[in-house]
């Protein structure tokens, strides 16, 4: 089976503007987190989708949202960037609790 | 929500010699701990875990041992090799209501394997 994908695999932004990622789950997969990774506080939780509908949220602000689709590939949007989203933005397709993470998008905010 | 204590930070130790890195969690209903092992670059990869009915795992080089009563669960690297050196991740899966779960990751754990 293919790997979770995740496009772009980098992207450069200017404050204010918005974004959006995307995660390809592995098949057959129908959940996928989203992970936020920086140096300062690692790794952490920004949702989970499951058959469409978030099933978690972390605690990150409003700007930060996301989808999934019925094919299971999901979304992450950010508004109104801020320096401070500069990061590796990680996926995680779910099966059971095994998380398996794809190669991740590393945005740059200027 | 769930808090996970990751310990140390960096750990360097000789090539051949073994590795040991140690997570404490806080919240009691956590029953599934896994390890992700990151090289600079690439994505974090999954080396094994461990469930709460079980107090060791091992994996070739690879041991999890887990204590549930205080709390604590440990990643032990025999034989340490080159290939060895990466950050280290400790996490835990916490629950919510309505079946919903996520897992907490530790800080990390930077290991330098010496020649």
């Known amino acids: 089976k293919a790997g979770v994908t995740q496009t772009p695999r980098y992207l450069i932004k200017t404050r204010g503007q918005q974004v959006t990622l995307s995660c390809s789950p592995i098949?057959?997969?129908?959940?996928v987190s989203w992970y936020q990774q920086t140096p300062g506080q690692g790794l952490q939780f920004l949702f989970e989708?499951?058959?469409?509908?978030?099933?978690n949220k972390g605690n990150f602000p409003g700007r930060f949202s996301g989808r999934q689709f019925s094919n299971s590939r999901s979304e992450m949007n950010v508004s109104t960037l801020e320096l401070g989203d500069s990061a590796l933005y990680l996926c995680?397709?779910?099966?059971?609790?095994?998380?398996?993470f794809g190669p991740g998008t590393r945005l740059t905010v200027l | 929500g769930e808090n996970v204590e990751q310990h140390p930070s960096t750990l360097s130790v000789q090539e051949g010699d073994s590795a040991v890195i140690k997570c404490t969690y806080s919240?009691?209903?956590?029953?599934?701990f896994p390890w992700y092992k990151q090289e600079l670059g690439k994505r974090p990869q999954l080396i094994i875990d461990i469930r709460s009915n079980v107090g060791e795992k091992k994996d070739q080089r690879i041991a999890v041992t887990l204590n549930k009563t205080a709390k604590h669960f440990s990643l032990h690297i025999t034989e340490t090799q080159p290939e060895d050196s990466a950050v280290y991740f400790c996490a835990s899966i916490w629950y919510s209501g309505g079946g919903a779960d996520g897992l907490t990751f530790g800080k990390g754990t930077h290991l330098i394997i010496q020649p």
């Open positions: 919240d009691s209903a956590s029953n599934y």
């Open positions: 989708y499951f058959s469409e509908t978030q099933r």
């Open positions: 098949s057959g997969h129908r959940s």
């Open positions: 995680a397709s779910r099966y059971g609790d095994e998380q398996f």
